[in-house]
């Protein structure tokens, strides 16, 4: 059975730096694209940041220059490094395992979700 757990949210002042992991276990996917999303009550969830089997990444506009995708396959484990964050970072945030080696825009292209952590940053 896969199973994602994220971890690393909390509460942080804005400007402060979080660290959000999401280790997967039940198969491998190195050969996946890996994202993470975010979400705040009556918004739809949006794509953060992605990664894809070959390393290329995406970032969403709004965390461009703040936040750093990263993988380590040994470990199974996809990072969210986050900083110099702001108040409207503040989210439920999951991670995901893409239906392909390239990663998707839409949350229709993931297959495996998280659980979600919670990020408040505090003005």
């Known amino acids: 059975q896969v199973q994602l757990v994220e971890s690393g949210g909390g509460l942080v002042q804005a400007g402060g730096s979080l660290r959000l992991s999401c280790v997967a276990s039940?198969?491998?996917?190195?050969?996946?694209?890996m994202g993470w999303f975010r979400q705040v009550p009556g918004k739809e969830r949006e794509l953060v940041a992605a990664l894809s089997s070959g390393r290329t990444t995406y970032y969403a506009d709004s965390v461009k220059g703040r936040f750093t995708i990263s993988r380590d396959n040994a470990k199974n484990t996809v990072y969210l490094q986050m900083n110099s964050l702001k108040p409207e970072d503040t989210a439920a945030y999951y991670c995901?395992?893409?239906?392909?080696?390239?990663?998707?825009?839409?949350?229709?292209?993931?297959?495996?979700w998280g659980q979600g952590t919670q990020v408040t940053v505090s003005s």
């Open positions: 995901a395992v893409s239906k392909y080696s390239y990663y998707s825009t839409y949350v229709d292209g993931y297959e495996y």
């Open positions: 039940g198969r491998t996917f190195s050969s996946r694209a």
